[in-house]
């Protein structure tokens, strides 16, 4: 069983429910950190730093089991590069900040990179979690197999819930074979053009794994056997590019997707979006934008609202600025009461995500 | 047995006054969809583990989600337990009534109500069923993906809330992989609309966690569905083995080369020739085990994908490996399979599905070991499995007529999904826990593990009204299951490494 081996390799768990702990018994709050690559995203919180990052090391990987499980302090690119040696891959291809962005903070923040809408998002590819409650309990959810319904489906609420609900100690994660071909297209189309185009496309079974619009240009990206990949390719036309031009959209180095104060829509494909000033980047074939603007938040939240989707402030809100859209009365009433079902003293990460949570 | 509710270590309700129930039941829904009447309820007595019965205080039909709304606040109002029931093919007895319940039958929600041909997704009603979606969205190109054996009867919101499997999982995913958005009500008459028409939703992952919660935190009124295009071509291929263990070996083999097959199915020679006797597949009667490998994608790439399949299974030994001759062989091979439960009937009077999902490597062990407890118990076990995701549907025959037999059925079982929590897997991979499984979920999961999925319950459903006694047990019953049990599941399995 291959795991890495490397020296600083650390079981951390026991020291750090010793911490959870006695927050708890002092309600003092934490602000659990990784590589902390994504501290600015969602609300500033305070309180004392919990760091997992010397949690680390990669547990068991049986590549004929298609998982695998690590610590939640591991770095992705050393899980990434692991996988590769082995020819698999993380099919969610979560953005990485920087080289000490960690497996924990990516399952916590749950950003999924362009293949989203053809593999999945990153709670699809978790299949258990051991994490530490509130209290300070060690408690595993999920497991190691694919197929699992035992007991609600705790593990993949850990995915996205930004450390609000349980400190991620380790993940048991979904990974899949490296595709054999990969050919990344580019068309001189404008948006418009582009987005009817991709909806009759994206009903036919091509092995589409990117679609993207970066204001001037349709981008489509093919994965997957070589025969497949080849064959639509020359169906589809446009020009061939560099299939690095795809690791500037996933890790977000790409244009405005580095820009300083940078909002995210996630909508329906089929949604009419009104017009706002602003410059635009379309991703997921059209179902996230990544948008700068100068235009008040209430507009671009209302014109997300209004096609069906939401808005997140993705980066660089100001302090005490939303991050994430309100949400209505009776779910965010269900949100409190689960936050109190996990952590009953709120000492994890309170506020990162709204307000009281 | 378990059909039996136990006061002492299942939750009690105080008995609510059933005229009373009936006669506000009465002010919200027309008469013929009440049924109050015993010979009317029989129907609603059991689900498709039908050797768990009981009958329900009463059985409500409501037709839309204010009428659902209505029953449920009255509910709420007297201390009434709630049971949603969709087809009521269920294989775990997660809509057996509790006691003196409400039946809530969610089969009239029957409509397709949008299609989004653009975002690719179906917003249907709960009781529609299964293979309806794939069927009304075929003239698109498109399918909905997960595939239970059951799909033709089977409802979408009875999918949601087991997070239905099938033999497409491999590649397709399960249910919660193919749903995008809900629309439900809590046992306090709120309706709570999650997910949505987006690829996410602002907060918490409600979707992950309403999906496979088998009814104990909402009813769902509404599902929004993902649609996927339908693959440009398909092709399976039968490989026979003269042994158990080479196909396992087999299995393991095609994994780990990096082939995504769509299906990967596994069938033993007890099952094999109960589903060849029953539809006339073509199988190798003679085999000990056969896999079932389908692969679709470019002509070329299924072409070539088999080829590396029929290498890899005659490298671990298969005596034969032949590609399905037509669209109709193709056809035949799957029905087999997937007739493969009913078939067991012409073997034994009744038969007990099993459904735990294990490490792929350990298959060729579990395999024997199952083996040793069917003879240990003396019952005899088929096997059938979806191989590729290590999830087993062993099939125990047994004749419920003969004193005893039902009960030794159910104690292997539970042996059978103890073992596969010692190996490192888990005690259902996709039919539920439901009130089959509900002891060997304390052998699964710690007390504080047990703890905070009651705690997830409270939070939606404080009175723990929604489908009392099943999927999370009691700590009480933990403490007296645990007592009895778990010491004794150790000791089963001495003879075996732990992982």
């Not at chain 1, 291959?2 to 750090?16: I, R």
């Not at chain 2, 690829?199 to 104990?216: H, K």
């Not at chain 2, 092709?235 to 087999?250: E, T, Y």
Request: a negative charge.
């Amino acid at each position: 069983m291959p795991t890495s081996t490397g020296s600083s390799d650390a079981d951390l768990g026991d020291q750090l429910a010793g911490r959870v702990r006695a927050a708890s018994a002092e309600q003092a709050a934490l602000r659990i950190v990784g590589g902390d690559s994504k501290a600015w995203y969602g609300r500033q919180t305070g309180g004392e730093v919990l760091d997992i990052s010397g949690h680390r090391g990669v547990v068991a990987y049986e590549p004929s089991e298609l998982v695998i499980t690590a610590r939640a302090g591991t770095p992705v690119i050393e899980i990434e590069a692991l996988l590769a040696r082995h020819g698999q891959t993380l099919a969610f291809e979560p953005p990485v900040f920087a080289a000490v962005s960690t497996i924990g903070g990516a399952v916590a923040a749950g950003l999924a990179g362009p293949a989203r809408p053809f593999a999945g998002a990153v709670r699809d590819f978790v299949l258990g979690v051991r994490v530490l409650d509130g209290r300070g309990r060690s408690l595993r959810f999920g497991g190691t197999v694919f197929k699992n319904v035992a007991g609600f489906d705790a593990f993949r609420l850990m995915a996205g819930a930004m450390g609000c609900l349980g400190v991620l100690l380790e993940a048991s994660l979904r990974v899949t074979p490296a595709p054999v071909a990969l050919i990344a297209l580019t068309f001189e189309v404008d948006w418009p053009a582009a987005r009817s185009r991709l909806a009759p496309l994206m009903r036919r079974p091509l092995p589409v794994t990117g679609a993207c619009h970066d204001g001037q240009r349709l981008h489509l990206r093919l994965c997957g056997p070589e025969a497949g990949v080849k064959l639509a390719a020359r169906d589809l036309g446009g020009e061939e590019e560099r299939p690095a031009f795809w690791d500037g959209v996933r890790h977000m180095t790409h244009g405005l997707l580095a820009a300083p104060r940078l909002w995210r829509l996630s909508v329906p494909q089929s949604a009419e979006i009104a017009h706002l000033d602003g410059r635009w980047f379309w991703d997921w074939g059209g179902a996230q934008a990544w948008l700068v603007t100068d235009e008040p938040a209430e507009r671009v939240r209302a014109l997300a609202a209004g096609a069906g989707g939401h808005a997140t402030l993705f980066r660089g809100a100001e302090p005490g600025e939303a991050v994430f859209t309100p949400l209505a009365a009776p779910l965010l009433a269900l949100h409190r009461r689960l936050k109190h079902a996990f952590d009953p003293q709120g000492v994890l990460n309170p506020g990162r995500m709204y307000e009281g949570l | 047995m378990l059909d039996q509710f136990d006061d002492r270590l299942d939750p009690t309700f105080a008995t609510a006054d059933r005229d009373e129930l009936i006669a506000r039941l009465r002010s919200v829904l027309p008469a013929d969809r009440l049924i109050t009447k015993v010979e009317g309820m029989r129907v609603y007595e059991s689900d498709g583990l039908a050797a768990y019965r009981g009958l329900p205080g009463v059985v409500a039909l409501p037709d839309n989600t204010a009428e659902v709304c209505a029953v449920l606040k009255i509910c709420a109002a007297l201390g009434t337990p709630v049971v949603a029931r969709g087809a009521g093919t269920g294989l775990s007895g997660g809509a057996l009534p509790f006691p003196g319940c409400l039946l809530l039958g969610l089969a009239r929600f029957n409509r397709i109500l949008g299609l989004d041909l653009d975002a690719r997704t179906a917003r249907v009603q709960p009781g529609v069923r299964n293979l309806a979606i794939s069927e009304a969205v075929a003239p698109h190109g498109l399918f909905y993906a997960p595939d239970p054996s059951s799909q033709l009867a089977c409802s979408i919101g009875g999918n949601v809330a087991e997070n239905a499997g099938g033999v497409h999982c491999l590649k397709y995913g399960l249910t919660v992989h193919n749903i995008q958005g809900l629309q439900m009500v809590t046992m306090g008459g709120e309706v709570l609309r999650i997910g949505g028409e987006a690829l996410d939703a602002p907060g918490f992952d409600f979707m992950a966690l309403m999906t496979g919660s088998e009814g104990l935190l909402g009813v769902i009124t509404e599902v929004t569905v993902k649609l996927l295009p339908a693959p440009a071509h398909a092709q399976v291929l039968l490989a026979a083995f003269d042994d158990v263990r080479r196909a396992g070996q087999a299995v393991a083999a095609i994994i780990a080369a990096g082939i995504v097959p769509a299906a990967l199915e596994m069938m033993d020679n007890l099952a094999l020739r109960a589903a060849e006797r029953h539809v006339h597949a073509g199988y190798p009667v003679d085999a000990a085990a056969i896999l079932l490998c389908e692969i679709d994608g470019a002509v070329e790439d299924v072409a070539a994908g088999l080829a590396r399949v029929s290498v890899l299974c005659e490298a671990a030994g298969a005596s034969k490996v032949r590609l399905a001759r037509d669209e109709d062989e193709r056809k035949r091979f799957w029905a087999g399979r997937k007739g493969a439960f009913p078939a067991m009937g012409r073997m034994a009077p009744d038969y007990y599905c099993i459904d735990g999902t294990i490490p792929r490597r350990r298959l060729a062990d579990v395999l024997v070991e199952i083996q040793r407890l069917s003879v240990a118990h003396g019952l005899a076990v088929a096997n059938v499995f979806h191989a590729g995701d290590g999830n087993l549907h062993p099939l125990i025959l047994y004749d419920a007529s003969a004193p005893g037999e039902m009960e030794r059925a159910e104690t292997l079982g539970g042996a059978i999904l103890e073992l596969c929590v010692f190996v490192g897997g888990t005690i259902t991979g996709e039919h539920g826990v439901g009130r089959e499984k509900i002891n060997q979920m304390c052998v699964q999961f710690s007390e504080a593990e047990i703890e905070t999925f009651a705690a997830i319950k409270a939070a939606f459903d404080p009175a723990g009204l929604l489908n009392p006694g099943k999927a999370i047990p009691t700590l009480a019953r933990c403490a007296e299951f645990g007592a009895m049990h778990v010491h004794r599941g150790e000791l089963a399995f001495a003879h075996l490494d732990r992982l």
